[in-house]
């Protein structure tokens, strides 16, 4: 089974609107940590933000925020006011345990935004 | 935080032939992993490199294959051995630490196999 599901292979938002991508996690641990990464063209991973199984409130940095929805898996990423410089592709992770752990990703939304 | 550096950050190489790909961190950490990503698809864990002990192989990689190499706490090598044009990706090399929330990833090594 898909541990990190991500359903919009591509998602389109005009410049300065607001856009979120989905992102459904599966796991039985209680401790685990759900991450977005943006990959520009040139292939970096750029960290975006991180939201903890324990945390109380939705994680938030800048112009992006986590929805975190805990009982319904939950975790999509909401991109306010989006710049052209936002177009990439944007990766929901999963960590189960601690930070020796490695990531699970899911498959990735391309986004694009228009002018 | 750590910042991770990857060599070579490109390279093109002939089928039948092998790669050594390096990955150096400033910081000292236990758990090193190498990622694959094939071309328009998602990242992939290879193997998470132990310092001290052997490599854990995720399903569908093997040690032939994918040798790796962890002679201290700050570095890690991966080799793409024999290499097929189904070997063409980028590797990521990436790491954790203590006290941060954040995956730490290295620039990546683009791998283009004719």
């Known amino acids: 089974a898909q541990k990190i599901t991500q359903t919009q292979p591509g998602m389109f938002v005009q410049e300065k609107e607001a856009v979120t991508l989905d992102c459904t996690y599966d796991t039985s641990d209680p401790s685990y940590g759900l991450f977005w990464y943006k990959q520009p063209s040139s292939g970096e991973m750029i960290f975006l933000i991180y939201q903890g199984s324990y945390d109380q409130q939705n994680a938030t940095e800048g112009r992006y925020s986590l929805n975190f929805q805990k009982a319904r898996k939950s975790a999509n990423l909401v991109i306010s006011a989006s710049q052209l410089g936002d177009s990439a592709m944007y990766f929901c992770?999963?960590?189960?345990?601690?930070?020796?752990?490695?990531?699970?990703f899911g498959s990735g939304t391309q986004l694009t935004v228009l002018p | 935080s750590a910042v991770i550096s990857q060599k070579p950050s490109r390279d093109i190489c002939q089928r039948g032939t092998s790669l050594t790909i390096q990955c150096q961190v400033d910081?000292?950490?236990?758990?090193m992993f190498w990622y694959r990503q094939q071309p328009g698809q998602s990242l992939t864990l290879i193997a998470t490199a132990n310092q001290g002990s052997e490599a854990t192989y995720e399903s569908g990689f093997v040690i032939d294959k994918f040798p790796i190499s962890r002679p201290n706490l700050t570095f890690s090598t991966l080799t793409v051995s024999n290499m097929s044009p189904e070997d063409s990706s980028i590797y990521l090399c990436?790491?954790?630490?203590?006290?941060?929330?954040?995956?730490?990833f290295g620039p990546g090594t683009r791998l283009t196999v004719l």
């Open positions: 990436s790491v954790g630490l203590a006290g941060y929330n954040e995956q730490f």
């Open positions: 910081s000292q950490v236990t758990m």
């Open positions: 992770a999963m960590r189960e345990g601690g930070s020796a752990r490695q990531l699970t």
